[in-house]
């Protein structure tokens, strides 16, 4: 997820472009770079690692001219933070300049066959294919040049383009990445979010799925995918700035929340296939799977919920056994790790310290480690052999929400390519789990439909103060994550138990109105949970349960039921938790709480 700007008008470029940009960092903030068009049509590039400011400093010094630019500020997904990876990227011949946002999944057949007709690249980005390929194909008509561009591009896109040889336009595309337009009077704008040019202008035309934006100082035409002139409607923006960064939510954790379909595509995007999971970045192949006897999962907090899931899945389709442990207990109980080991760690900053510690402890004893994070170019990734990037965009919210769904879903796909590797999966099950993957966004999506009525049995009981989450197998993870999510951000004391312990001792916690979450969505177990749902009924709970779709016989027996349309239950956590998020983040509201910023929490743990 990284943020775009771009203007063309009369007045100087940069300051509007470094204006834009730094209403976008919150998007992306590990580089950032400008492309202004001079007054003799020539495109000139500046760009930095690091904050914006870095580039800022640059251009005070060496400021770029023109009325014609395009900007970018990144969060990187292909090659690490650098000067070099930054956007925008240039055609070798520099006539081209691009900036991007999203995934170009085929981009190393794309980068080989333009090596070979002779393009030199120079960065390690997906992005820069764009730029040669265009620059390739170029035959006097830019717009019909993208039109033949994106014909051979997979993935997802939301790009700027200047080309010198027609250097009175932005063309601009959108595919499964946003990407808006700007009308002023004299100037015109595109932004991958409408913050970066709400100081300039309210009326914005909404792009859709390969649309193509051709943008002028006093013209916007927008052409649909067959190459027709579309009539778009324009959409006035009535946000204040504040909101406006918050894409109109009232919180950052709720636009998270509501950005993990997204999120999900990301992750899954040149990795998830019908009947196989390529994951290109991992070098984990039979040959070096040979030497491992151990797994570990370590991690903290939500992604330490992950790594639980992880261990459940790479048991149940590699069947090997796993171990899995919180990185602030590892580093001290001596752990067993050797040059046979594999260690996966599970961090969305890359920086907490703990799980830093406990990779530098297995690396000393020689383990593999294998990194699953959503910050490239961060402590952790830099540390592990291999690193598999969650690829959900910036979570500005303490509490983590679409770098945990995102993290259970490459551990999922993690558990099938062990299957795979080690046979223990068949090709059948590897089809039929692939497609319940790529099904994820849409079942996260109906999770996002009952907003509605979470919010209102939040509300009906905010003031309780303790609160239960009961499962088996999968769903106990869930029950863990939910619980988590209840504590820290309203502030409502909770526990999670696997169903079946609840005889054991926690029923006696079970009284008048004692709201009990049930999440019964694994089959094999749902008689067993509707028992327990009964228990605690007949003590006096309030009971809200989560359940697959056709389980009506819960109707009478519980208080409410939210129904999650049939998918495998291997599946099944990375929608399930999205109905805990959202009643936590309700009962926050309710209770008044800060709920992007808990008390005495961080987002970032980088200290014991
Ligand atoms: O950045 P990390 O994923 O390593 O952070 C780990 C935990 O600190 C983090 O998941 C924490 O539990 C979140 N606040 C949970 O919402």
Redesign the pocket.
Known sequence: MCGIVGYIGKKQAQNILIDGLSKLEYRGYDSAGIAVMDDAGKIQVQKKKGRLKNLEDILEKAPLKGSIGIGHTRWATHGEPSDINSHPHLSSDGRIAVVHNGIIENYIELKEMLIKAGHRFVSDTDTEVVAHLLNELYDGDIVATLQAAVKQIKGSYALGILCDEEPDKIVAIRKDSPLIVGLGEGENFIASDIPAILKHTRDVYLLDNDEIAVLTADSVTVLDRYGEVCGKQIFKVDWDPGDAEKGGYEHFMLKEIHEQPKAMMDTLTGRCFEDKIVLDDVNLDAEVMKNINRIQIV?????YHAGMVGKYLIEKFARVSVETEAASEYRYKDPLVDEHTLLIV???????AD?LAAIRLAKEKGARVLAITNVVGSSIAREADDVLYTNAGPEIA???TK?YVTQVGCITMLALHFGLLNGTVSAEKVAQITAALKRTPELIEKALADEEKLKAFAYDNFKIEDMYFIGRGLDYYTCMEGS??AK?ISYIHSDAYTAGELKHGPIALIDQGTVVVAVCTQEAVFDKMLSNIKEVKARGAQVLAIAQEGHDELLPEVDQVFFIPRVDDEIIPISAIVYLQILSYYLSVARGCDVDKPKN?AK??TVE
Do not use: P, Y
């Open positions: 991690a903290c907090g939500t992604a599970i961090s969305q900053s890359g920086e907490t799980t303490v509490a983590s770098a988590l999510k820290e929490l970032s743990v």
